[in-house]
């Protein structure tokens, strides 16, 4: 047993859970509780964001690279209601979040204190736990608690209310013991049908969703798509699962769906959707699942089976974990099954080093040579300034291989998710399909924080950039120097193409006259600031940002786009035709 007081041990806990960074803005409760013990403790920093939203969201960013929790802070009352949008985009997205908010004294809690507020009674509905620490005694269990919640299958945002009165106390401490973090694996039965509907299939598929990500899954999906020849796709959320440039991936479905991906997908009478929630934009309508075709579901939460579609196999369990049980289950039978001996090639060649030459890899090849005349084809088209494609390009050709990616909100996002070749698994970052704009802006700053070793590239919406746009001194002041490329057509890109197809071009209400110079506004941040008005711009402009970035400053290039040009995945997945 150790004295302390509360607010010590409340620091000591957090760093005992891995804490490198807390986000947030502090009032003056936070500084009781716990900053001013930050202050003065080493390995544990907080990061001063300009707004509460944008410090959840920077945690979030920083998560999704780290695989460590997002913690975020907000003061009480209006400082902790502004992280709200965070907490919801960390519960619609499963990423593990602990969210420390001050609140008013539990001394004359109900009387009307400053900033007083029914935080807890809000919580319980975003949260999957909310708890008011009351005593000092038991900050170190809260803490524990609420990590544990956080990364319990699945993963989310669990919440700790702390009054401003609590954490002054002496306490005795025993020695703190991180929170478990268990996983678990889908029964064995269940792992042998699967295994055997996977080898038999004619055309099987594997849809990627993030819960690939989450579980640090991409080496054994992988192997298991390289053992069984089978293509791979995912969902917005799951790009990179799989490298973009590996000869088995097939791209994005849903909403960002290409030529590639819809040839292999709807030809497929067996899908494997692993680690994701199968939300809309991942499959447009749910229609209907046809009877011969098999369906297998592995994901984190039993509560997403047979939300939309009925599984032919259900598989409970962390991707990983499910992954090297179904590697376990194939890796004997890979000679068996008609359609492997199909695939099979010159004899005498392992399997694991035949897929690069099989006939579905060669049909996956000629799919992207065709789909990349679409996009040369749309671009000539263009009405200009810049096409997304263009740019995407540019960007492609000139980042670094292992260099994270960060995707703003906006119809261009579908651009970037279809264009951009992410080689690192794992170097993918976005929002849910809450789909809160401004997310890039300060998620990018997170992600940077959580691998300074890496070139982080976040490409955004005009108007998400300026929902969050006050961060760009914050990547200054904490020495994150990123490169966020704004797309920017004047105006709300998606819903105008909405007015233009469905209501007559009636647009109103999304266009900005006049807009941000968004390089200007770099600037007046401190950051270095480009701007592109036309294609022969483009690769000046975004090496002067990458080599900004790389002297340690933050950059912003602005990209006049086009306003309604949308990929043809955008516009089918709408239902309307392409014109
Ligand atoms: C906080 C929030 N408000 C509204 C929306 C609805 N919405 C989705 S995309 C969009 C337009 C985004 O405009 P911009 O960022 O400029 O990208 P563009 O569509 O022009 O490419 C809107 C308003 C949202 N997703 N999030
Ligand atoms: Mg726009």
Redesign the pocket.
């Known amino acids: 047993m150790a004295q302390m007081t509360g607010d010590r041990a409340f620091v000591e806990a957090l760093r005992a859970e891995g804490v490198r960074y807390v986000f947030g803005l502090p009032g003056g409760h936070s500084v009781r509780i716990f900053y001013d013990k930050m202050a003065q403790t080493d390995g544990i920093d907080a990061i001063l964001t300009r707004h509460e939203t944008a410090g959840a969201f920077a945690a979030l960013g920083y998560a999704q690279i780290s695989g460590n929790a997002a913690v975020c802070h907000g003061t009480a009352g209006p400082g902790w209601s502004q992280t709200i949008v965070g907490v919801h985009e960390s519960l619609s997205g499963r990423i593990p979040m602990v969210c420390i908010a001050a609140a008013a004294p539990v001394a004359t809690y109900g009387k009307g204190a400053l900033q007083e507020f029914r935080q807890i009674e809000n919580m319980v509905a975003c949260t999957k736990w909310a708890y008011r620490v009351d005593r000092a005694d038991k900050i170190p269990w809260a803490i524990q608690q609420a990590f544990k919640h956080a990364f319990a299958l699945p993963p989310g945002p669990a919440f700790l209310d702390v009054p401003i009165d609590v954490p002054a106390a002496e306490i005795d401490a025993e020695p703190y013991h991180p929170a478990p973090r268990p996983r678990s694996q889908a029964d064995e039965e269940d792992v042998d049908r699967a295994a055997e509907m996977l080898i038999e299939a004619k055309r099987p598929v594997i849809v990627a969703g993030r819960g690939v990500h989450q579980a640090r899954a991409w080496d054994e999906l992988r192997e298991l798509a390289e053992l069984l020849i089978i293509p791979v796709l995912h969902t917005n959320h799951g790009k990179s699962a799989i490298s973009d440039s590996h000869p088995l991936s097939a791209g994005g479905v849903g909403v960002n769906r290409t030529l590639i991906s819809s040839t292999i997908l709807n030809s497929s009478d067996c899908w494997f959707w692993l680690g994701s929630q199968i939300e809309e934009f991942a499959v447009g309508h749910w229609a209907p699942m046809p009877p011969e075709r098999r369906f297998i579901h592995a994901d984190a939460d039993s509560g997403n089976f047979a939300k939309n579609w009925n599984p032919d196999v259900a598989l409970l369990g962390d991707a990983q974990l499910v992954l090297r049980q179904l590697i376990a289950a194939t890796r004997d039978r890979v000679g068996q099954g008609a359609r492997l001996d199909e695939q099979a090639v010159p004899h005498g060649v392992p399997r694991v080093a035949r897929y690069p030459c099989s006939p579905i890899v060669e049909e996956i090849a000629r799919l992207k040579a065709q789909y990349a005349e679409r996009v040369q084809a749309q671009i000539a088209a263009s009405e200009g300034p810049v096409h997304p494609a263009q740019l995407l390009a540019e960007v492609q050709r000139q980042k670094d291989q292992d260099a994270i990616i960060v995707l703003g909100?906006?119809?261009?996002r579908v651009w970037t998710a279809t264009e951009l070749k992410i080689d690192t698994p794992g170097h993918w970052v976005s929002a849910s399909d809450f789909?809160?704009?401004?997310y890039a802006v300060p998620a990018a700053i997170g992600a940077k924080l959580a691998k300074p070793e890496c070139q982080v590239i976040a490409i955004?919406?005009?108007?998400?950039?300026q929902?969050q746009m006050q961060e760009l001194p914050v990547a200054a002041q904490h020495n994150a120097p990123v490169t966020w490329i704004v797309?920017n057509?004047n105006?709300?890109?998606?819903?105008k193409w909405g007015q233009k197809v469905r209501y007559d071009e009636r647009y109103y209400a999304v266009d900005f006259d006049p807009n941000w110079r968004h390089d200007l506004a770099a600037e007046a941040a401190g950051c270095h600031g480009g701007r592109v008005e036309s294609p022969e711009q483009l690769e000046g402009a975004i090496a002067a940002a990458l080599r900004a970035n790389a002297e340690g400053q933050p950059a912003v290039v602005d990209v006049l786009t086009p306003q309604t040009e949308q990929t043809d995945g955008f516009v089918q997945h709408h239902g309307v035709a392409s014109e």
């Open positions: 909100e906006g119809a261009g789909g809160c704009m401004g955004t919406g005009d108007a998400s950039f929902m797309m057509n105006c709300l890109g998606w819903i």
